[in-house]
C-alpha cells in the first residue's frame, strides 16, 4: 500500500537524483510527540551535505499526530525550505488539519474490494504456505475494513490461535 509505495519512490528518486536524504517518522511506533518534533528539527536544521540535494521527511500514521503536533508540522509546511519535502501517509484524511491538507498532493489509494482480497490473501496462502483458516479471510474483511496489511496479519494471528487452541485441547 502506502509505505510499499514511498519506498519505491524513495529508491527511484535515489538512482535518478542520488543526493538525497530521508528521515523516517512512524507516529505508531514513536509515541513521545517531543520526540518526533525533536527528530524533524534536526533533520530540518542539519545544514545540506556536499552530497545532498533535498531532503525528504516521510511520516506515517500522521492522522495519529494530536492536533499540537499536527500544528508544528504545518508551520514547518509553510516555511518552504529549498530542497525540503514532506510525505504525509494517512488512512484518514478527515483527522488530519484541513490546512496542512490545503498544502499537498493527495494520492488516493483504494482499497481491494472484497472478492479481490479473497483472492489476493488466497494467493498469498498458496505462494507462502501459510495456514489462513478461510474464516479467517472472511472475518478479516469485516474488522480491518479493507486495510490489506491489517487484514492479512489479522488472518495470520487469528489462524495462528486458532491451530494453538486445537492443539492445546
Known amino acids: 500500500g502506502k509505505s510499499l509505495f514511498c519506498k519505491i519512490q524513495k529508491k527511484n528518486l535515489l538512482i ?5 536524504n530521508f ?3 512512524d507516529v505508531l511506533q514513536e509515541t513521545n510527540i517531543g520526540d518526533i518534533k525533536k527528530k524533524i528539527r534536526n533533520f530540518i536544521e542539519s545544514k545540506f551535505s556536499i552530497e545532498e540535494s533535498y ?11 494530536l492536533s499540537s503536533a499536527q500544528l508544528y508540522l504545518r508551520e514547518n509546511l509553510e516555511k518552504g525550505d529549498r530542497g525540503l519535502s514532506f510525505w504525509l501517509l494517512s488512512n484518514s484524511l478527515v483527522k488530519i488539519n484541513p490546512t496542512i491538507l490545503s498544502r ?3 494520492v488516493n489509494f483504494k482499497h481491494y ?3 479481490n482480497f ?7 496462502h498458496m505462494k507462502e504456505s501459510i495456514d489462513f483458516y478461510y474464516e479467517s479471510i472472511i472475518d478479516s ?3 480491518c475494513v479493507g ?7 489479522f488472518c495470520y494471528q487469528k489462524s495462528s490461535y486458532d491451530k494453538k487452541n486445537v492443539n492445546t485441547n
Open 16 to 20: 535518478h537524483n542520488p543526493g538525497g
Open 23 to 25: 528521515l523516517f517518522i
Open 55 to 65: 531532503k525528504i521527511i516521510i511520516i506515517e500514521n500522521v492522522d495519529h499526530l
Open 104 to 106: 499537498c498532493l493527495v
Open 113 to 115: 474490494s472484497s472478492t
Open 118 to 124: 479473497f483472492v489476493r490473501a488466497n494467493e498469498i
Open 141 to 143: 474483511l469485516i474488522f
Open 147 to 153: 486495510d490489506t496489511r491489517r487484514a492479512l496479519n
